[in-house]
């Protein structure tokens, strides 16, 4: 960073402060990992000087002859990662994607089904205050209060009346596996497109290790920096025909400009990293990791919503220890553990308080950590929910000589 420490001090403290806050702390954001170096180098590079409106053979601008190659590796890549016949790369981010693909399907005022932000689905899946929640009519669906997992029959009944057009699937706190195949059953059935939106769990389903929903949905959206571990950006996978220049024309000219190239390009050395062999053991280690952390976690005497994981993250139901949600992050933050706060099935809390914690092991296992590493989380979580603030300077202690025995990639 030698350029940026020459010329703008100021940013240069800022970027060194946050590699600092990265490295002395663990993050257990479900949503966050460390992108390798060569994807940062790629986001750094001359790519992100040159417009390329567009696809790859059809551009608004000269000079596009080495974006379109580098656009088109990144979408062989991507088709052969998931086994997809299309893959649009350009989508700057997953809400992004996701808008794109509903207006491939859909005309505004036609109708949504999702999955209910405070079941565990996203903000861009109807949410009302979204511009999906506001650009269609959307229903959302929930979770089974009790056993915490989507509540199919509900659904299906839900379908029936609402009659969408669309039903989005997928979420941003649900630990489970989705039936892909039961919600594109329910879809057939009333007339509707299924949207599966895998941001969460992508680089576990290109690994191989849970179910893929590519060639059961009729498209598949997805962030690429969470469990894919590239750069932040979105993508969009189809097998069907009759969508592909739809859901081309949705991306760019319908909610985006120029395509950004860096990013693009990073997307392709990600996926070019998810490829190799060493991408699946790390995703294995992913899920182990999170089912070790759960079941340290219910040794100590926690309640997991489900009671565990099929997948890279568990939800601490947190009602039986009388805590909010908000508390816990407080406390683990202080401690230099990086979680979120997140609501749970039923939740009694508001959205800024709740009742639950998410806990996510994409990172840590980027750093190299393993199922006893898990162990010592869990313990270090549960001194902070039992002792709070007097546990706070020794979780402390212990979590940063974790940390510094791991540096980021
Ligand atoms: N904000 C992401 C998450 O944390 O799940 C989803 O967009």
């Keep these: 960073m030698k350029h940026i420490e020459a010329n703008d001090p100021d940013v240069h ?3 060194l402060r946050e590699e600092e806050r990265q490295a002395c702390s663990l993050t257990l954001i479900a949503s966050e990992n460390h992108s390798s170096k060569a994807v940062r180098e790629a986001m750094a590079s001359h790519l992100t000087d040159k417009y390329a409106e567009g696809y790859p053979g059809r551009r608004y601008y000269g000079g596009c002859e080495v974006g379109d190659d580098v656009e088109r590796l990144a979408r062989d890549r991507a088709k052969e990662l998931f086994g997809a016949g ?8 997953g809400t992004q994607a996701n808008i794109a693909a509903y207006l491939a399907m859909m005309q505004p005022g036609d109708r949504l089904l999702g999955m209910a932000l405070n079941a565990g689905g996203h903000l861009s899946h109807g949410f009302s205050r979204s511009h999906t929640g506001q ?11 009790n056993t915490g997992l989507i509540d199919y029959a509900a659904l299906e009944k839900l379908a029936q009346e609402h009659e969408p057009k669309v039903i ?10 989705v039936d892909w195949q039961r919600i594109r059953a329910i879809a057939d059935a009333v007339g509707a497109k299924l949207m599966a939106d895998i941001a969460h769990p992508a680089g576990l389903i290109a690994g191989g290790l849970i179910p893929s929903p590519v060639g059961i949905a009729h498209v598949v959206t997805m962030t690429t920096h969470k469990t894919l571990r590239g750069p932040r950006g979105g993508m969009i996978l189809t097998n069907e025909d009759d969508l592909k220049q739809p859901l ?19 997307k392709a050395i990600a996926f070019g990293e998810a490829l190799q062999p060493a991408f699946k053991d790390w995703g294995r280690q992913v899920i182990a990791n999170a089912q070790a952390l759960g079941v340290a976690l219910v040794e100590r005497g926690l309640d ?10 568990v939800l601490v139901d947190l009602r039986a220890k009388d805590m909010s949600g908000r508390d816990a992050e407080e406390l683990c933050l202080q401690a230099n553990l990086v979680v979120n706060k997140n609501l749970i099935p ?3 809390r508001k959205a800024m308080e709740t009742s639950g914690l998410r806990l996510g092991t994409p990172a840590v296992t980027t750093r190299g950590m393993k199922e006893d590493h898990m162990v010592e989380l869990a313990d270090a979580i549960d001194r902070l929910l039992t002792g709070g603030e007097s546990e706070v300077a020794g979780v402390r202690e212990k979590i940063s000589a974790l940390a510094s025995d791991l540096p980021l990639p």
Excluded at 86 to 93: F, L
Excluded at 304 to 313: P, R
């Design 304 to 313: 997991l919503v489900t009671g565990g994981t099929d997948t890279h993250l």
């Design 248 to 266: 081309n024309s949705s991306v760019f000219p319908g909610g985006q400009g120029g395509p950004f190239l860096n990013a693009i390009a990073a």
């Design 135 to 145: 650009l269609f009519e959307a229903a959302s669906y929930g979770l089974d209060e």
């Design 168 to 177: 989005v699937a997928g979420g941003s706190a649900y630990p489970r596996l």
């Design 86 to 93: 299309y893959a649009n790369v350009q989508p700057h981010s």
């Design 13 to 15: 403290r800022l970027i």
């Design 346 to 348: 039923g939740d009694p």
